[in-house]
């Protein structure tokens, strides 16, 4: 079953973690392993598979090579060792991928790239036509440039943003862990295996716990926060120990890992996208009654909003937070906060009295609008 997912996907995107790619010891490339690894990758393109790879690795390969002290890097180290490690990184993709005839194309992205509407579209189209023409993306967070506001941070959460903006049928995570346990099994003796997740539950929420490894910035809890934005968006997603050779084969051939299944009823693609949002410009809260008309499939009316908190302009996709303090919806918002402000509490006929020229009825419509919740 687990073979077929991988072996027959026709778009594949995997995202390999710092800790395969550089040897903790001395900070090095591990060519062997990423030799192994590009032929595996060369194995899926022969098949006729469409590949795009998510790589990590940039800043623990660059520090060394800067001289950088062991620990927390300033963001300016950081933005710095990125520069020195990116390159380094780019080069051994290519002249490994080279060999099996397969060109490269290198791919960074900020956080903007995939939260704002437009530049998602733009990315898309770019990365299409890379696939089409038969080459093979390579992707990581352009870390030279981002800051802490504007950063993903992770790249677990970028690799399933990505799946989702290519409409990839499966997103294979390559970890230092093979999979789901019950609890952090470095931790607890008795934690259980999970192999395969049908709905992601709170229950599976809090199984994700904290875990994470030393190099990579990703834990259990971002590879769930990828795995929701992947399943939404009808994509399977498998969380796999990478460090033995050959990881994609030994998927197929049945190593333990978890799977992730999509949802029955993909979203359509414009929400997958709001609800994929990685950072909510703001919040708007409001009533119970406002709450029951959503989760009715209603639109938002200023009548039921109480308040909004964050900076954002109209057309950003803010958090809809209910009476009990929990995100339960997030949308596009018609308005500004400062507008949106304004108008709290007002019917929508009062709106152009209130603001001095007529906008939409609506604060976020239903259109513009995903439950995060279930009715
Ligand atoms: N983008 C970072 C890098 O290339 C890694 C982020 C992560 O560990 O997920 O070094």
């Known amino acids: 079953m687990a073979a077929r997912r991988l072996a027959q996907a026709k778009r594949v995107v995997v995202k390999v973690g ?17 030799e192994s690894f590009t032929a595996d990758v060369a194995r899926l393109r022969k098949r006729g598979q469409e590949v795009i790879l998510v790589s990590s ?16 890097l300033k963001l300016e180290e950081s933005q710095a060792a990125a520069a020195v490690g990116q390159i380094r990184l780019a080069h051994a993709y290519k002249d490994l991928l080279d060999a099996h005839g397969i060109t490269v194309a290198q791919v960074l992205l900020t956080l903007g790239d995939t939260e704002q509407r437009q530049r998602y579209l733009n990315a898309r189209g770019t990365l299409n036509t890379l696939l089409s023409l038969g080459s093979i993306p390579v992707i990581n967070e352009n870390d030279t440039v981002a800051t802490a506001e504007i950063r993903y941070g992770d790249n677990d959460r970028l690799a399933a943003r990505v799946a989702q903006m290519v409409g990839a049928d499966c997103l294979v995570l390559l970890s230092d862990i093979d999979g789901l346990y019950t609890a952090n099994p470095n931790e607890q003796a008795d934690a259980v295996f999970v192999p395969r997740v049908e709905r992601i539950t709170p229950e599976i929420e809090v199984m994700a716990g904290g875990a994470g490894s030393a190099m ?24 796999a120990k990478g460090a033995h050779r050959r990881p994609l084969q030994r998927i197929e ?8 299944l999509p949802s029955a009823t993909p979203v359509a693609m414009r929400k997958q996208w709001i609800a994929g949002t990685l950072k909510p410009r703001g919040s708007i809260f409001i009533d119970d009654g406002a709450v029951r008309a959503l989760l009715g499939g209603k639109s938002l009316l200023p009548a039921g909003m109480l308040r909004a908190s964050g900076r954002f302009d109209r057309g950003d996709t803010v958090s809809i937070v209910g009476p009990d303090g929990l995100e339960m919806a997030r949308g596009i918002c018609a308005y500004s906060d400062g507008d949106a402000a304004r108008i709290a509490g007002c019917r929508s006929t009062d709106i152009e009295k209130v603001l001095g020229f007529h906008g939409r009825d609506e604060i976020i419509h239903r259109d513009d609008l995903v439950l995060l919740r279930d009715p």
Not at 57 to 72: E, F
Not at 222 to 235: D, F, L, R, Y
């Open 57 to 72: 690795g940039a800043i623990a390969l660059g520090r060394r090579h800067l001289g950088l002290p062991a620990g927390k």
């Open 253 to 260: 051939g049945g190593a333990r890992c978890t799977w992730f």
């Open 216 to 239: 990579g910035s990703g834990g259990m809890q971002t590879k769930i926060a990828a795995a929701k934005i992947a399943v939404g968006a009808g994509c399977h997603l498998c969380i």
């Open 18 to 34: 710092s800790a395969l790619l550089v040897d903790a010891r001395n900070g090095r490339l591990n060519r062997g392993w990423l």
